[in-house]
Protein backbone atom coordinates (compact mmCIF):
# COMPACT_ATOMS: atom_id res chain seq x y z
CA UNK A 1 0.00 0.00 0.00
CA UNK A 2 1.48 3.50 -1.09
CA UNK A 3 2.32 6.01 1.80
CA UNK A 4 1.00 9.28 1.49
CA UNK A 5 3.84 10.85 0.33
CA UNK A 6 4.49 7.93 -2.71
CA UNK A 7 0.31 9.26 -3.94
CA UNK A 8 1.51 12.59 -3.89
CA UNK A 9 4.00 12.27 -5.75
CA UNK A 10 2.72 10.36 -8.32
CA UNK A 11 -0.49 12.06 -8.60
CA UNK A 12 1.40 15.62 -9.08
CA UNK A 13 4.94 15.05 -10.61
CA UNK A 14 4.28 15.15 -14.61
CA UNK A 15 2.66 18.43 -14.26
CA UNK A 16 4.99 19.44 -11.91
CA UNK A 17 7.82 18.29 -13.66
CA UNK A 18 6.54 20.03 -17.11
CA UNK A 19 6.10 23.72 -15.20
CA UNK A 20 10.01 23.56 -13.67
CA UNK A 21 11.31 22.43 -16.71
CA UNK A 22 9.42 25.36 -18.91
CA UNK A 23 11.47 27.51 -16.23
CA UNK A 24 14.39 26.29 -15.58
CA UNK A 25 15.40 23.85 -18.44
CA UNK A 26 16.64 20.11 -18.55
CA UNK A 27 19.82 20.29 -16.89
CA UNK A 28 18.05 21.86 -13.43
CA UNK A 29 14.92 20.56 -13.49
CA UNK A 30 15.52 16.74 -12.47
CA UNK A 31 16.85 18.05 -9.05
CA UNK A 32 14.63 21.08 -8.61
CA UNK A 33 11.44 18.89 -8.63
CA UNK A 34 12.98 16.49 -6.31
CA UNK A 35 13.69 19.06 -4.05
CA UNK A 36 10.17 20.84 -4.32
CA UNK A 37 8.52 17.22 -3.46
CA UNK A 38 11.08 16.49 -0.60
CA UNK A 39 9.91 19.74 0.43
CA UNK A 40 6.40 19.50 0.08
CA UNK A 41 6.25 15.69 1.59
CA UNK A 42 7.75 16.98 4.45
CA UNK A 43 5.40 19.66 5.08
CA UNK A 44 2.30 17.47 4.16
CA UNK A 45 0.85 17.40 6.99
CA UNK A 46 0.53 21.71 7.03
CA UNK A 47 -1.72 20.79 3.36
CA UNK A 48 -4.72 22.89 3.72
CA UNK A 49 -7.20 23.06 0.33
CA UNK A 50 -6.02 22.25 -3.19
CA UNK A 51 -2.84 20.04 -3.17
CA UNK A 52 -1.86 21.10 -6.75
CA UNK A 53 -2.11 24.65 -6.36
CA UNK A 54 -0.26 23.97 -2.80
CA UNK A 55 2.21 22.07 -4.65
CA UNK A 56 2.43 24.51 -7.44
CA UNK A 57 2.92 27.58 -4.99
CA UNK A 58 5.88 25.77 -3.43
CA UNK A 59 7.56 25.38 -6.78
CA UNK A 60 6.91 29.17 -7.79
CA UNK A 61 9.12 29.40 -4.19
CA UNK A 62 12.01 27.40 -4.76
CA UNK A 63 12.30 28.20 -8.85
CA UNK A 64 12.37 32.07 -7.51
CA UNK A 65 15.32 30.74 -5.12
CA UNK A 66 17.03 28.94 -8.04
CA UNK A 67 16.87 32.28 -10.26
CA UNK A 68 18.26 34.28 -7.05
CA UNK A 69 21.18 31.73 -6.67
CA UNK A 70 21.75 32.36 -10.54
CA UNK A 71 21.65 35.89 -10.14
CA UNK A 72 24.45 35.82 -7.09
CA UNK A 73 26.53 33.40 -8.87
CA UNK A 74 26.65 34.66 -12.52
CA UNK A 75 26.61 38.38 -11.29
CA UNK A 76 24.00 41.21 -12.10
CA UNK A 77 24.57 41.42 -15.84
CA UNK A 78 22.42 38.24 -16.64
CA UNK A 79 18.55 38.76 -16.63
CA UNK A 80 15.76 36.72 -16.25
CA UNK A 81 14.02 36.75 -19.50
CA UNK A 82 17.44 36.08 -21.02
CA UNK A 83 17.63 32.89 -18.68
CA UNK A 84 14.37 32.01 -19.82
CA UNK A 85 15.42 32.13 -23.49
CA UNK A 86 18.34 29.93 -23.05
CA UNK A 87 16.13 27.31 -20.85
CA UNK A 88 13.64 26.72 -23.88
CA UNK A 89 16.18 26.66 -26.74
CA UNK A 90 17.31 23.64 -24.35
CA UNK A 91 13.93 21.78 -24.65
CA UNK A 92 14.10 18.53 -27.07
CA UNK A 93 12.04 19.26 -30.14
CA UNK A 94 9.02 16.61 -30.86
CA UNK A 95 9.68 13.53 -32.66
CA UNK A 96 8.93 12.20 -36.02
CA UNK A 97 8.23 15.22 -37.76
CA UNK A 98 8.90 15.94 -41.55
CA UNK A 99 11.68 18.56 -41.45
CA UNK A 100 9.83 21.55 -42.76
CA UNK A 101 7.32 21.01 -39.91
CA UNK A 102 10.28 20.80 -37.62
CA UNK A 103 11.53 24.47 -38.84
CA UNK A 104 8.11 26.34 -38.36
CA UNK A 105 7.75 24.31 -35.59
CA UNK A 106 11.41 25.50 -34.22
CA UNK A 107 10.62 28.92 -35.59
CA UNK A 108 7.34 29.46 -33.60
CA UNK A 109 8.83 28.46 -30.67
CA UNK A 110 11.42 30.84 -30.41
CA UNK A 111 8.81 33.61 -31.85
CA UNK A 112 7.01 32.58 -29.23
CA UNK A 113 9.35 32.90 -26.53
CA UNK A 114 10.65 36.07 -27.52
CA UNK A 115 6.97 37.92 -26.86
CA UNK A 116 6.33 35.97 -23.90
CA UNK A 117 9.53 37.60 -22.50
CA UNK A 118 7.88 40.96 -23.10
CA UNK A 119 5.33 40.19 -20.57
CA UNK A 120 5.63 40.82 -16.88
CA UNK A 121 6.52 37.81 -14.46
CA UNK A 122 3.29 37.26 -13.32
CA UNK A 123 1.77 37.44 -17.04
CA UNK A 124 4.15 34.55 -17.93
CA UNK A 125 3.05 32.62 -14.93
CA UNK A 126 -0.35 32.91 -15.47
CA UNK A 127 -0.04 31.94 -19.04
CA UNK A 128 1.78 28.69 -18.03
CA UNK A 129 0.00 27.62 -15.39
CA UNK A 130 -2.86 27.53 -17.61
CA UNK A 131 -1.97 26.18 -20.64
CA UNK A 132 1.17 24.37 -19.52
CA UNK A 133 0.18 22.85 -16.49
CA UNK A 134 -3.48 22.73 -16.82
CA UNK A 135 -4.36 24.76 -13.74
CA UNK A 136 -8.08 26.18 -13.15
CA UNK A 137 -8.22 29.76 -12.38
CA UNK A 138 -9.42 28.86 -9.01
CA UNK A 139 -5.89 26.77 -8.51
CA UNK A 140 -4.02 29.40 -10.22
CA UNK A 141 -5.43 32.48 -8.10
CA UNK A 142 -4.86 30.53 -4.69
CA UNK A 143 -0.85 29.88 -5.81
CA UNK A 144 -0.38 33.73 -6.96
CA UNK A 145 -2.56 34.76 -4.07
CA UNK A 146 -4.99 36.67 -6.16
CA UNK A 147 -8.72 36.55 -5.88
CA UNK A 148 -10.65 34.50 -9.30
CA UNK A 149 -12.23 37.94 -10.70
CA UNK A 150 -8.66 39.68 -10.57
CA UNK A 151 -7.00 36.38 -12.15
CA UNK A 152 -9.32 36.43 -14.87
CA UNK A 153 -8.51 40.07 -15.86
CA UNK A 154 -4.47 39.27 -15.61
CA UNK A 155 -4.79 36.46 -17.98
CA UNK A 156 -7.07 37.90 -20.75
CA UNK A 157 -4.59 41.03 -20.50
CA UNK A 158 -1.59 38.92 -21.09
CA UNK A 159 -3.20 36.77 -23.81
CA UNK A 160 -3.99 39.70 -25.45
CA UNK A 161 -0.62 41.71 -25.19
CA UNK A 162 0.28 37.81 -26.42
CA UNK A 163 -1.37 37.80 -29.32
CA UNK A 164 -0.80 41.61 -30.35
CA UNK A 165 2.91 40.54 -29.67
CA UNK A 166 2.96 37.66 -31.65
CA UNK A 167 0.57 39.15 -35.23
CA UNK A 168 3.68 42.08 -35.04
CA UNK A 169 5.70 41.88 -37.73
Request: net charge neutral; charged share 30%; hydrophobic share 45%.
Amino acid sequence: MPTAGEEFFRDHFDRLYAYVQMRVGVRECEDLVGDILLRAIEKLEQLKGDPAAWLFAIARSRIADHFRRGFQLKGAGMNAVTMQQETLEQRPAPAARVPLEELEAAEFRALLQRKLALLSELERDVIAFKFTDGLSNTQIAQVLNLTPNNLGVILHRALKRLRDAMLDP
